[in-house]
């Protein structure tokens, strides 16, 4: 368990923030300057809050109401800096061992033997971090946290150095470690699906206030606003105009286009006709209909608009076609109104790269209406 209550001002800057959290590994996500580092400084004991609290677990390790603020080599915790900051003049088991100042030398060679067998890193102990390549210093950075059995883990952007072959395979290695390990771990990201394969619980951050904060799959499917859709990556965050709303259904206009959307059951107001509405449509769920099957029939498809593909890029197991509506007037997202996701078989079944125009379907299930 998590409790976090933080206020820290500064000329220029103001942090106050409060999150909970009861799954053990949360993400911290939001643009640079959010906050995110800071709070992690706040945790660890190097900056003290102007107010607040922070309790991890039974321990309450900051409490400006009661005066409580534990020094941080008392707190029991581990911190993975960005960049790894090891000691260029120590060895990788010295690096790892370097918290465990006044245990017996005996125990110190265990328990460095046992991180080293634990992250991969055996037969690599006697070697400086200048010899490693960027994976090994990773994990000494992380077996080095690690050595003290801190009762709480704190990563900041662990895998931002990494290139992207060696991040994605470290992200596996570290998603495996932080379950086996078992204990609270505060993770500080820029990347979203890092936040989501290793993290329970996702807090977005944006200029010192938390915006949201909900578990991973939550965050994804139901963001809080389409700023919080906007920090998560999401594609297709939109803006339309209402025309009639129930409790079951939004019916709405997009670049002239009369949309049904499913409304959710959480939403206890109803937008009025006329107003404003954000929404946001994954484009894995956009379906491009068979020109050898007719037109798209009202019975099988729902929300259906056509358009050419403008632009598209091949990323590997699927392509993303960025499409711009019939429809006139300026597209909704700079040249194109809408992302498209299809798998990479798809795109060749269908000739896309030579059949540049379109018919499509949206669900209404796929339309999420976004609060406020």
């Known amino acids: 368990m998590l409790s976090i209550r933080l206020r820290k001002a500064f000329p220029d800057f103001d942090l106050d923030v409060a999150w909970d959290s009861r799954e053990p590994v949360v993400a911290l996500v939001g643009p640079s300057g959010s906050g995110k580092t800071l709070t992690l400084q706040c945790l660890a004991g190097l900056v003290t809050p102007d107010a607040g609290q922070i309790v991890v677990g039974e321990r309450t390790l900051f409490d400006a109401d009661a005066h409580i603020d534990v020094a941080s080599r008392l707190r029991r915790l581990g911190y993975v800096f ?14 790892i061992a370097f918290g465990l100042r006044g245990v017996a030398k005996t125990r110190i060679a265990e328990r460095v033997e046992r991180i080293s067998e634990w992250l991969g890193l055996q037969g690599l102990e006697d070697k400086r971090p200048r010899e490693l ?12 946290a690690l050595a003290v059995d801190p009762d709480l883990l704190l990563l900041d952007e662990p895998l931002s150095a990494l ?17 086996e390990w078992g204990k609270p771990v505060v993770l500080v990201t820029h990347d979203v699906s890092e936040a989501y394969q290793l993290c329970d619980r996702i807090v977005v951050y ?57 409304n959710s059951p959480a939403r206890a107001y109803l937008p009025p006709p006329d107003s404003p509405i954000a929404f946001f449509v994954r484009p894995e769920y956009v379906r491009l209909i068979r020109k050898d099957r007719g037109r798209a029939d009202p019975a099988h498809h729902m929300n259906v608009m056509h358009g050419t593909v403008v ?11 960025r499409i711009r509506l019939d429809e006139p007037g300026p597209p909704a997202q700079g040249a194109f109104d809408l992302e498209v996701e299809v798998p990479h078989l798809v795109y ?12 499509f379907s949206i669900h209404r299930g ?5 609060p406020g």
């Open 82 to 95: 960005q960049g790894y900051a090891l000691f260029p003049h120590l060895t990788v088991g010295e690096n």
């Open 133 to 144: 390549s960027g994976g090994q210093q990773q994990r000494v950075a992380l077996g080095r």
């Open 163 to 179: 290139d992207a072959p060696l991040r994605r395979q470290l992200r596996d290695d570290l998603t495996r470690i932080v379950r």
């Open 206 to 262: 944006e200029h010192g206030r938390v915006v949201q904060a909900a578990p991973r799959s939550e965050l994804l499917w139901q963001p809080a606003s389409a700023t919080v859709a906007r920090i998560m990556s999401i594609p297709n965050v939109l803006r339309g105009t209402v025309v009639k709303a129930t409790p079951e259904r939004i019916q709405l206009i997009w670049r002239g286009q009369a949309l049904e959307a499913v």
């Open 311 to 321: 632009e598209e890029a091949d990323l590997g197991t699927t392509w993303t076609l």
């Open 348 to 359: 060749e079944i269908l000739g896309i790269d030579r059949d540049r125009h379109w018919e």
């Open 366 to 370: 796929s339309i999420h209406v976004l």
